[in-house]
């Protein structure tokens, strides 16, 4: 224990802030933006997961990985296809570059001229308001716990004895994997194969259940066969007995008897909320395995305690984190209405092609609507740049309800990332379906599918008995 009896200081802030990863640093800018007095303490990196290990650093590998697979997918185009030399030590010094070409928006300098004042420490609660962080005692009436979450390691006999990669560790790994093996197929799996394979790993993905289970299945199956046909062993509803050290690194053993030997191990098998050490009980403040207890304003149980971003379990994305920041602002400090509004939530998972969704999926509109909806549908295959580009596997695919509301979107395409926004705007501004298919895109663009499939909604009506019927009698009157 470390003693601070000589330097203990007492500090009252407006807002008292701890993590400085998305949610944090969002809150802690507008706040301090504000005028307010602002504390934020965080005990190991500025930027959190996202730009030390978890977007930043996995988005940059994909970047890397792109370039490679691009000199092998020549063929087509009549570029004759290489396979590329790989310096995967030189790859990850690119990553590092990337982080820390990002670092000066998110460190302690940038937060302190902006005004906050930051202690790089580890904080807790000694009192339903008042928090210890080292040598500091912070009370304030505002409290925001932007703690995070931390890797899942699911209860596989062996596993930690044999020791494992996750995200907090895969991005320091300066050597090829000789045989990458993945324990989850969500989107940290799928993102971390695909760009392994394609830098010269083998690599075998274990799904327990389905892959990319919270995406529409009819987009997720066109990912699966992209990672397929890259050479990417995908086992899904595969159980895992035991884990075990071998002189090639690790050896799974399935429920099946099978055994797989490979040279690294990565777990990403979900996530758990960081809750550890805050003493969450000497504050009031309720939470349970998925994460801290939050109503939709994000305050907890503890009428001075907010939880934003990843710690309260609701979603686990850097937009929702900035998302909740703004709503903490809104309603802690504009004492305006703020609500989180589950309809308008997007994501995206960065393979290639990419796979975006917001709103409703299919099923969940069914399960809310029933049979009163509209699916609409554009293949790739129908869009002329995907053609010339030669991206044709993917499509837009949208759900409306029976008046033309559009309840939700998904993408699967060369950055869909990019091409959901429309619909992000469209769903957030409860714009109806009309509206995407009246707007002018320029040609030859992927985005224009979403337009196409908007423009389906119409197609029985516009081109129909009746509409016919109209045109021919207009067509009789005097030009
Ligand atoms: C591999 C990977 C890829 C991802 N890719 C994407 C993506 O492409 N797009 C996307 O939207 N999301 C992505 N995510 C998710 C995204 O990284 C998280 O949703 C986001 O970082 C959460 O931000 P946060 O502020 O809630 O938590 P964090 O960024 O984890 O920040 C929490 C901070 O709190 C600090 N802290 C915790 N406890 C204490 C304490 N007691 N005292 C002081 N400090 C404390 C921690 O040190 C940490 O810095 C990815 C995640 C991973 C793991
Ligand atoms: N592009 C993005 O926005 C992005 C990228 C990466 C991560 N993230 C965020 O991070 C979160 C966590 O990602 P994740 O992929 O770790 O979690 P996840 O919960 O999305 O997927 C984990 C997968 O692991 C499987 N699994 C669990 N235990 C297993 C076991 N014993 N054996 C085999 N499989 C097992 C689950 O069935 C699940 O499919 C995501 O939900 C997302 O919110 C976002």
Same mark, same amino acid.
């Given at each position: 224990?470390?003693?601070?009896?000589?330097?203990?200081?007492?500090?009252?802030?407006?807002?008292?802030?701890?993590?400085?990863?998305?949610?944090?640093?969002?809150?802690?800018?507008?706040?301090?933006?504000?005028?307010?007095? &602002?504390?934020?303490?965080?005990?190991?990196?500025?930027?959190?997961?996202?730009?030390?290990?978890?977007?930043?650093?996995? @988005?940059? $590998?994909?970047?890397?990985?792109?370039?490679?697979?691009?000199?092998?997918?020549?063929?087509?185009?009549?570029?004759?296809?290489?396979?590329?030399?790989?310096?995967? +030590?030189?790859?990850?010094?690119? &990553?590092?570059?990337?982080?820390?070409?990002?670092?000066?928006?998110?460190?302690?300098?940038?937060?302190? @001229?902006?005004?906050?004042?930051?202690?790089?420490?580890?904080? /807790?609660?000694?009192?339903? !308001?008042?928090?210890?962080?080292?040598?500091?005692?912070?009370?304030?009436?505002?409290?925001?716990?932007?703690? =995070?979450?931390?890797? +899942?390691?699911?209860?596989?006999?062996?596993?930690?004895?044999?020791?494992?990669?996750?995200?907090? !560790?895969?991005?320091?790994?300066?050597?090829?994997?000789?045989?990458?093996?993945?324990?989850?197929?969500?989107?940290?799996?799928?993102?971390?194969?695909?760009?392994?394979?394609?830098?010269?790993?083998?690599?075998?993905?274990?799904?327990?259940?389905?892959? $990319?289970?919270?995406?529409?299945?009819?987009?997720?199956?066109?990912?699966?066969?992209?990672?397929?046909?890259?050479?990417?062993?995908?086992?899904?509803? !595969?159980?895992?007995?035991?884990? #075990?050290?071998?002189?090639?690194?690790?050896?799974?053993? $399935?429920?099946?008897?099978?055994?797989?030997?490979?040279?690294?191990?990565?777990?990403?098998?979900?996530?758990?909320?960081?809750?550890?050490?805050?003493?969450?009980?000497?504050?009031?403040?309720?939470?349970?395995?998925?994460?801290?207890?939050?109503?939709?304003?994000?305050?907890?149980?503890?009428?001075?305690?907010?939880?934003?971003?990843?710690?309260?379990?609701?979603?686990?994305?850097?937009?929702?984190? =900035?998302?909740?920041?703004?709503?903490?602002?809104?309603?802690?400090?504009?004492?305006?209405?703020?609500?989180? #509004?589950? +309809?308008?939530?997007?994501?995206?998972?960065?393979?290639?092609?990419?796979?975006?969704?917001? =709103?409703?999926?299919?099923?969940?509109?069914?399960?809310?609507?029933?049979?009163?909806?509209?699916?609409? /549908?554009?293949?790739?295959?129908?869009?002329?740049?995907?053609?010339?580009?030669?991206? !044709?596997?993917?499509?837009?695919?949208?759900?409306?309800?029976?008046?033309?509301?559009?309840?939700?979107?998904?993408?699967?395409?060369?950055?869909?990332?990019?091409?959901?926004?429309?619909?992000?705007?469209?769903?957030?501004? /409860?714009?109806?379906?009309?509206?995407?298919?009246?707007?002018?895109?320029?040609?030859?663009?992927?985005?224009?599918?979403?337009?196409?499939?908007?423009?389906?909604?119409?197609?029985?009506?516009?081109?129909?008995?009746?509409?016919?019927?109209?045109?021919?009698?207009?067509?009789?009157?005097?030009?």
């Amino acid at each position: 224990m470390r003693i601070y009896a000589a330097a203990m200081t007492t500090l009252a802030p407006d807002v008292c802030i701890v993590g400085a990863g998305s949610a944090g640093l969002v809150a802690a800018a507008g706040a301090a933006q504000l005028g307010l007095d &602002v504390v934020l303490i965080e005990r190991a990196a500025m930027g959190g997961d996202c730009l030390n290990q978890g977007c930043v650093p996995s @988005k940059a $590998l994909i970047a890397a990985a792109r370039m490679a697979q691009a000199q092998r997918d020549g063929a087509p185009f009549g570029i004759v296809p290489v396979e590329p030399t790989v310096d995967f +030590a030189r790859v990850m010094d690119h &990553v590092a570059e990337v982080i820390a070409a990002i670092a000066p928006n998110d460190s302690v300098e940038r937060f302190e @001229k902006l005004g906050v004042r930051v202690l790089k420490e580890e904080a /807790r609660f000694i009192g339903r !308001t008042e928090l210890q962080a080292g040598p500091h005692r912070i009370s304030s009436r505002r409290i925001v716990l932007a703690t =995070g979450s931390q890797p +899942a390691a699911p209860p596989i006999p062996g596993l930690a004895e044999a020791g494992f990669l996750t995200n907090e !560790t895969i991005f320091a790994n300066r050597t090829l994997p000789s045989h990458l093996i993945v324990i989850g197929g969500g989107p940290i799996g799928l993102e971390m194969a695909q760009a392994h394979r394609r830098l010269g790993s083998r690599v075998t993905v274990l799904e327990v259940a389905e892959f $990319l289970a919270k995406d529409d299945p009819e987009l997720a199956t066109i990912v699966v066969a992209r990672l397929r046909s890259e050479g990417v062993d995908l086992c899904n509803h !595969t159980k895992i007995a035991r884990v #075990d050290r071998s002189p090639a690194g690790v050896v799974v053993i $399935l429920e099946s008897g099978e055994r797989l030997e490979g040279s690294h191990l990565l777990v990403a098998a979900g996530r758990a909320p960081v809750v550890d050490g805050l003493d969450l009980d000497k504050a009031g403040v309720a939470h349970t395995a998925k994460g801290i207890t939050v109503d939709a304003s994000l305050k907890t149980s503890n009428r001075n305690v907010w939880a934003i971003g990843d710690c309260n379990g609701l979603y686990a994305f850097t937009h929702m984190a =900035g998302y909740e920041a703004s709503l903490f602002i809104r309603g802690a400090l504009f004492r305006a209405p703020a609500r989180l #509004d589950a +309809a308008i939530v997007p994501w995206a998972t960065y393979t290639d092609p990419e796979l975006a969704q917001v =709103g409703l999926s299919e099923r969940q509109a069914r399960e809310k609507h029933g049979d009163a909806i509209k699916v609409l /549908r554009w293949k790739l295959a129908e869009n002329d740049r995907a053609q010339t580009e030669r991206t !044709t596997e993917g499509m837009v695919k949208a759900i409306t309800d029976r008046r033309g509301r559009i309840l939700g979107a998904a993408i699967v395409a060369p950055h869909a990332g990019e091409l959901i926004q429309p619909w992000c705007l469209a769903i957030a501004k /409860r714009l109806k379906i009309s509206a995407l298919a009246s707007f002018v895109p320029p040609y030859p663009t992927l985005g224009e599918a979403s337009k196409r499939a908007a423009g389906s909604y119409f197609t029985e009506t516009l081109f129909g008995p009746r509409t016919r019927w109209l045109v021919r009698l207009l067509s009789r009157l005097p030009v």
